[in-house]
């Protein structure tokens, strides 16, 4: 029986290289890996010869017509941000590009990374994203509200990660560090202030390793949504653990740091907005409705308990822990 073909986009970022490794593990699978530079990849051995090396832009799809017409399943993680032009030809056209190469009596899935930003809490289309969204978000919306028209929309899952924690700070990984991680350390080196502030805010976070079991789930078994899927409508999953306060998280960061919690000071929006008037400081629309909207909860998450697996990391203080961070 031929093995299934997996195409990986994006297969050299931090959790591109999370589920490459989980695949290698845990399938048979074939994987075709589409990346810019090699050379990024530390986790995966390329003379795998389950592997084979897509080299190129997203934006150069027909480059790779005959083996995006042989594929089964596609974890399209690749994206970009930062230059508008880019951001929609990598986060629209490429992706419409790529889906039109696949072939309809081949493909089986297509798990399509998106972000939680453009989500209200019961996992609806914020109209927000494309009226206040800086040129990331606005392209994350304007595609997922074209995929859901097309014809391949039923073999569509979209998966929406909050925040993302991966590889370590101590070069102990093999894996990337995400931006999430790399920004602990300034987060301990502020925690001194942030103690004195109470902020009325909830959030969801998730870490890369459970990122790629979920998404190994999804391409190694048959998935059936539980939440009845209207027409025309992609199955949606936000990926994250139980939300946590930010009162929570800075409660966790002063334990690990060895810091007494101090009586704090409510920082009221109207407080936040007057200072962002007061302080030389650049504020977007996208960041005065976060401002406004204070809670980035969800309902459902998924997480790997979600399909009977156990979470690498389901705490901050595990995160903390597997971040190698050194604790007082």
Known sequence: MKKEIILITGASGCVGQYIVNWL????????FLWVRDPKKITSINLKNPRIKLLVGDLRETNKFKKEISEVNRVIHTATAWGDPKRA???????????LNLL????????IYFS??????RNLNLLPEAFTYGTEYIQTKAQCLTELESHPLSKKIIAVFPTLVFGGRLDDQSIFPTSYLTEGLREALKWIWLARWIKVFSRFHFIHAADIA?????????HFESTKPIKKNKIKKLVLGQPYISIDIAIQ??????GMRKVPQIPLWNWLVELLSILLPIQITNWDKFSLRQRHFIHEPVTSPETFGGISYAK????????????KH
């Open 213 to 221: 079991f979920i998404c190994g789930h999804l391409v190694t078994s």
């Open 115 to 120: 972000t939680a930003s453009v989500l209200d």
């Open 88 to 98: 929609k030809e990598v986060n629209i056209d490429a992706v419409k590009n790529l």
């Open 252 to 257: 966790t960061l002063l334990e690990w740091k």
């Open 24 to 31: 290698i593990e845990n399938s048979s699978s074939e994987l």
């Open 315 to 326: 705490t901050l203080s595990q995160v903390l822990h597997n971040s190698g961070l050194h």
């Open 103 to 110: 072939n309809p009596s081949k493909i089986k899935q297509i």
